[in-house]
């Protein structure tokens, strides 16, 4: 019996890194939940399953509206509700701007941005009317400070920080909308085909020395899902070892 027991989650991005850590935490604390990503979701559900926790498989891509539409359709048919929304799918891009082309761009801002957007959307209408419900959007440390050839990427986590901050305001007092913004994190999304030994290396050279655990983020999402964030809303916790300090 966890503290999220008879609640019903929904993370996007479930298949690897934070979204199956998250997805993981959620179930052990007691939550149903769906895990919804383009790519295969069964070895997060497998995991959920197997520690005795409840889980739903969908595919969706979050920059698709009609897909996501659909999830939230069958998800909240297959699960009664949702209480908690954790808006994690996102992809990242290390490229200087005057290399960066259009299409780099859209496919950045398709899934970080708008994906936020249509996701937040559907939860929202639902919490709404429900009357009650958690929306944790996943950002980065750096909407927060920018580096040289992360622009887009950057832009595009600033922009999720400012979706959060408006939907609290619009949404209170019955939904809590807020954001996570990690720091380098031992995912995919810092292996070396997605960054560049150099940044890499960066990545280390803040305050704790180190990069940070899945699991690490993934207990800040527990606390915003939780009773304990019942007076949280249009908030941006930081898990980034001290990379940056707004």
């Not at 990503?37 to 995991?47: I, L, N, P, Q, S």
């Not at 399953?49 to 009609?66: I, M, P, Q, W, Y």
């Not at 954790?86 to 708008?114: C, H, Q």
């Not at 979706?163 to 720091?183: C, D, K, Q």
Request: charged letters at 20%; proline letters at 4%; aromatic letters at 6%.
């Amino acid at each position: 019996m966890g503290q999220l027991n008879g609640k019903t989650a929904l993370v996007t991005g479930g298949a690897r890194g934070i979204g199956r850590a998250i997805a993981q935490a959620l179930a052990a604390d007691g939550a149903l939940v769906s895990v919804a990503d383009v790519r295969d979701c069964t070895e997060t559900a497998k995991a959920i399953t197997s520690a005795g926790g409840l889980a739903l498989e969908f595919s969706c891509d979050v920059a698709r509206e009609d897909q996501v539409e659909a999830l939230f359709r069958d998800a909240i048919e297959r699960m009664d509700g949702v209480d908690i929304v954790v808006s994690n799918a996102g992809v990242i891009l290390e490229k200087p701007l005057l290399e960066t082309s259009l299409a780099d761009y859209e496919r950045v801002m398709g899934v970080n941005l708008r994906g936020c957007f249509l996701v937040g959307r559907a939860a929202l209408r639902q919490m709404s009317i429900q009357k009650s419900g958690r929306l944790i959007n996943i950002a980065s440390d750096l909407g927060f400070g920018p580096r040289e050839k992360f622009s887009v990427y950057s832009a595009s986590k600033s922009g999720v920080l400012g979706f959060t901050r408006a939907w609290a305001r619009e949404f209170g007092p019955h939904v809590l909308v807020n954001a996570i913004a990690p720091g380098p994190v031992d995912t995919e999304m810092l292996a070396l085909d997605q960054m560049s030994p150099e940044w890499r290396a960066k990545e280390e050279q803040i305050p704790l020395g180190r990069v940070g655990k899945p699991a690490e983020i993934a207990s800040v999402a527990l606390f915003l899902a939780g009773p304990g964030a019942s007076f949280v809303t249009g908030q941006a916790f930081g898990p980034n070892g001290g990379s940056v300090m707004p």
